[in-house]
């Protein structure tokens, strides 16, 4: 199973970009905070299923899209250092 995420503070665009990943038959995990996303993102990492697609919000109201991106690739690396 494919695992799908969407980071976006913002519940239209949350369910817009629901909508169109469904029409392609893809279901997705929805993520209105970035703490709570990353959680989600360390969990599916962890347990081995990581998300495969993430669709992130650029301007988002506590980081945004890039800082939240590198925060994520920091933790999974931390969390999970390469040999």
């Not at 980071?7 to 369910?15: F, G, H, L």
């Not at 970009?17 to 929805?30: I, P």
């Amino acid at each position: 199973m494919v695992s799908r995420s969407i980071v976006d503070d913002n519940r239209t665009n949350r369910r817009i970009l629901e909508g169109m990943l469904a029409r392609w038959g893809m279901n997705s995990n929805l993520h209105p905070m970035e703490e709570k996303a990353l959680e989600a993102l360390s969990a599916a990492h962890s347990s081995n299923h990581p998300f495969e697609l993430i669709l992130s919000d650029m301007h988002m109201p506590r980081m945004d899209g890039f800082s939240w991106w590198s925060r994520s690739s920091n933790d999974r690396t931390s969390a999970h250092p390469q040999s």
